[in-house]
């Protein structure tokens, strides 16, 4: 069925005729009238495939996608429009991306993100490993990583996780948080307030339950978590945008099983600020930590002031880093980097001989 404009739109929250309400601001008004004049802008709350629905000054209205617009446009972005067709995307002040779970590319989350809250249930183990790669993305986003542990009341020694999560990540705000019961709401809100923010975590985390407590009204469809393994499904299955009722935009998104890297290594560095500040004092500018002489990393985990663990998943993170690095690479550089990858590799063999 082709894309129909200004058809009703239900399954979205109650829609604003404001456009500060979804964060438009002069900076935005400025980048309007630079790339497309005149024009009226709208902001993405939702991609259809065939078009989108975007809020505009009147309210919320599907709009056909009837050229190819670059970058293609994604929930968060703020378009031109000429009477219903978008023509152009204004300028991202970010981009929330990951490795697409089915290829070697770039999968888009969300545009212009200030804050992303990486969701862990306490109703299972919290993994460092995960949180530090949501962070990179974060990071690689230009956005601030928040650690938000759900449903605490099932959790007594919730206190404690989160002192954990502190000590594996520094840097990092950690908030408890228990929606059914209230906990941890208002410093959510608080976090969120007059900022566009997102959540990554696994299904069943409780991603859901702090969109409706946020958004003040049942956005999202809350699942089951099964009790074995507390598994949850994606009840949550396209990326939508929601206005919230204190200031500020969120942007809900599906859960994610895999977090994979598509960032540069400066984004690793920013989500490990601990390692980054101990680098300017190796011998080496081009220390890789990796048993270099003079290095002041390797010192520091000597001397237990610094966790072998999470050296070592810097050290993962980089070499995922890097190597999405050669895949964004035009394609004759990705030939010559696995060209120079092979003569590594043979020398370090005849070295080993």
Known sequence: MPFETRRPLTGLTVEVTDLAAYGWTPHWAALLAAVAGASEAGRVVRHDGAGLIVAR????????????????????????????????????????????????????????????????????????????????????????????????????????????????????DVLVTSVKEGIGLDALTAAAHDR????????????????????????????????????GRHTTTTRELHPLPLGGVLVDTPGIRAVGLWTDTDAVDAAFPDIDELAPACRFTDCRHDGEPGCAVEAAVGKGTLARDRLDSWKRLQREAEAAEIRAQPHELRRRGKRFSRMARDAQRRKGR
């Open 196 to 231: 566009t923010v997102t959540l990554l975590g696994e299904s069943g985390a409780g991603k859901s339950s702090i969109v409706n407590a946020l958004v003040g009204a049942d956005a999202a469809a809350i699942g089951t978590v099964r009790a074995g393994d507390s598994k």
């Open 57 to 172: 000054s009147d309210g919320l209205a599907a709009v056909p996608l009837t050229r190819r617009l670059e970058p293609e446009p994604v929930v968060g972005d703020w378009v031109a429009l000429t009477g219903d067709e978008p023509i152009a995307v204004l300028p991202r002040q970010s981009l929330l991306r990951r490795r697409a779970a089915m290829g070697e590319r770039e999968q888009a989350l969300a545009a212009n993100v200030d804050v992303v809250f990486l969701v862990c249930g306490l109703d299972r183990p919290v993994k460092s490993g995960r949180v530090q790669r949501s962070a990179t993305l974060a990071r690689d986003a230009g956005a601030v990583p928040v650690v938000v542990l759900t449903k605490a009341a099932l959790a007594p020694d919730a206190e404690r996780t989160a002192d954990e999560v502190r000590e594996a990540t520094p840097g990092l």
